[in-house]
Each structure stands twice: as structure tokens, then as C-alpha cells.
């Protein structure tokens, strides 16, 4: 079902937008505390971009200038100036980063791993073949380089 809604969203406008919006919502939950939006955001989403790249960060600008006279103190000018063609990059930088997350997690899915891509002992064998079967069909021009690789970042190296 997830395939086939990124599918449509190449061509539909709308359900681009809805899934975009899901994305960000998904990962503002887990960048954000719940119920927080302001300016406090650009405080902590520099500190994500290692994980969810610099787009969120970036879509908080262009959020920030759209509501400027929410944020500023006694009338201050917005010293963000995003043009049309600017967010027009940064929405198709979100769209892209969008499904690439979306097929990134559709992988941790089917292979059972977490986000730094453990798999219980028990399951290593079975997980590292289904790794191995994905990778061979993924299309890194759309969904970006294979997610696991071998000598990668690992949150338990030091």
C-alpha cells in the first residue's frame, strides 16, 4: 500500500502533499516533543540533520518565514527571504527525502531491523539474506544508496 501511494504521489499533486506532510509529521514526533512549534525547533532539527538530513531543518525555515509575526518580538523584519524557486528546491529535496525514509522503513520493516539496523542474534542469518535479496533490486537513482552496508555507521562503534 505504501508503494503504491508513493507511486501515485509522482504524478498527483494532492497525495504528494499528504505524504509529504505524513513524513514530516512522522519525523517532527520523534525530532520534536509533541505539542511544540515554535522557533524552538531550530534549536534541536541541527542536531538531526546527521540522521534526516538537513530538510527538516530546512522546512522549518521556510515554516519560520511563513510565520515570522508569530516568532518576532515588536515588529522585527523576518531575516529569512526563501523566493519561489528556493522552496520549490526545498520541496522537492523533501519529497525526495521523503521517500527515501518511506522505502528506508519499509526495509527495517521486512528485515526486522531497528533504525541502526540490529537484528536480534537469532535472526541475523535470515535478516542478512533479505538485506542482501533488497539490495540487489534497489534503485538507488529514487530511493538513495542501500541503507545497511557492511563497515557503515553504527551507533555501537565507538
Known amino acids: 500500500m505504501v508503494y503504491e501511494l508513493i507511486e501515485t504521489a509522482k504524478t498527483d499533486p494532492d497525495t504528494r502533499s499528504l505524504v509529504l506532510n505524513l513524513v514530516r509529521k512522522i519525523l517532527e514526533k520523534k525530532a520534536i516533543y509533541g505539542g511544540e512549534r515554535t522557533i524552538r525547533p531550530l534549536f534541536r532539527l541541527p542536531l538531526r540533520t546527521w540522521n534526516y538530513s538537513v530538510h527538516l531543518l530546512l522546512q522549518q525555515l521556510v515554516w519560520m518565514q511563513d510565520h515570522w509575526h508569530e516568532c518576532a518580538a ?71 544508496p542501500f541503507p545497511f552496508q557492511d563497515g557503515g555507521r553504527s551507533a555501537m562503534n565507538s
Do not use: H, K
Open 74 to 144: 515588536d515588529g522585527a523584519p523576518c531575516p529569512l527571504n526563501f523566493n519561489e524557486e528556493e522552496r520549490e528546491l526545498i520541496d522537492q529535496g523533501a519529497w525526495q527525502f521523503a521517500r527515501r525514509m518511506t522505502y528506508r522503513w519499509m526495509l527495517e520493516s521486512a528485515v526486522g531491523a531497528g533504525n541502526d539496523g540490529r537484528v536480534p542474534t537469532d535472526q541475523y542469518a535470515e535478516a542478512r539474506m533479505l538485506c542482501d535479496a533488497f539490495a540487489q533490486e534497489w534503485n538507488t537513482d529514487e530511493w538513495g
